[in-house]
Every structure is written in C-alpha cells, then in structure tokens.
C-alpha cells in the first residue's frame, strides 16, 4: 500500500487548509486511515483517524471541534479538513493506513499503523 499526501501549505492563524491522502496498491488490506503530525523538535502526535467501513472517527483532543476527517467516495482517500488554524498546528502532516488497530487504546500509536506517506508541511502564521 502506497500513501500520497497531499494540500499543506502555509495559512494564517484562523485560516483553512484541506488536506488529503489516497491509498494505492493493497487497499482492500487496510481497515483505517488516519493522520499525525510532528512539529519541529517534537515526537510525532496523533490527530485524528477514520474506519473505512463504517466511517467511525476518533480525534484527539487539541483538534476536536477544528478539524474533521472524511472519507471520498472511492473510500481509499480520506480528507482532513482544518479550519481556525493556530500556530501550534504547524507540523509535518503525516497519512497512516493500518490493516487492523484492534482497540480504541491502539488508536494513537504510531508504531500500530502499517503505511505511512510522504508528509506535507503546514505552517500557520501568527
């Protein structure tokens, strides 16, 4: 499986900014898609994750009620759209893919998740 990322950029705090991730290969191997995120001199951080069978979605707190993942209709592109961007959002944007996390506790460790992409910068300006 094969991860494309795609959409960083450079927004000022308060602006927008969609990012997507389209799987490729093996799809039908994985069961999530998710993203994380590293800002410089920082561990990687999880942001948010989404089934690809039943759309479930879990986000982690910092971004909850800004940003919102989604599935396209061909299921093996999710989107993350982030809306009233902070400075402290600005990271290296990383998709994840996973054939299979087990539980909810599982959901923010990266070392579960099988495929990464590339990552796309975003940096919001103060």
């Known amino acids: 499986v094969q991860l494309q990322a795609s959409g960083g950029g450079l927004v000022q705090s308060g602006g927008s900014l969609r990012l997507s991730c389209a799987a490729s290969?093996?799809?039908?191997?994985?069961?999530?898609m998710g993203w994380f995120r590293q800002a410089p001199g920082k561990e990687r951080e999880f942001v948010v994750v989404?089934?690809?069978?039943?759309?479930?979605?879990y986000y982690a707190d910092s971004v909850k009620g800004r940003f919102t993942i989604s599935r396209g209709n061909a299921k093996n592109t999710v989107y993350l759209q982030m809306n009233s961007l902070k400075p402290e959002d600005t990271a290296v944007y990383y998709c994840?893919?996973?054939?299979?996390?087990?539980?909810?506790?599982?959901?923010?460790?990266?070392?579960?998740?099988?495929?990464w992409g590339q990552g796309t910068l975003v940096t919001v300006s103060s």
């Open positions: 989404i089934s690809l069978s039943g759309a479930n979605t």
């Open positions: 290969g093996r799809t039908a191997s994985i069961s999530v």
């Open positions: 994840a893919a996973a054939r299979y996390l087990g539980g909810s506790d599982h959901y923010t460790l990266s070392n579960k998740y099988d495929y």
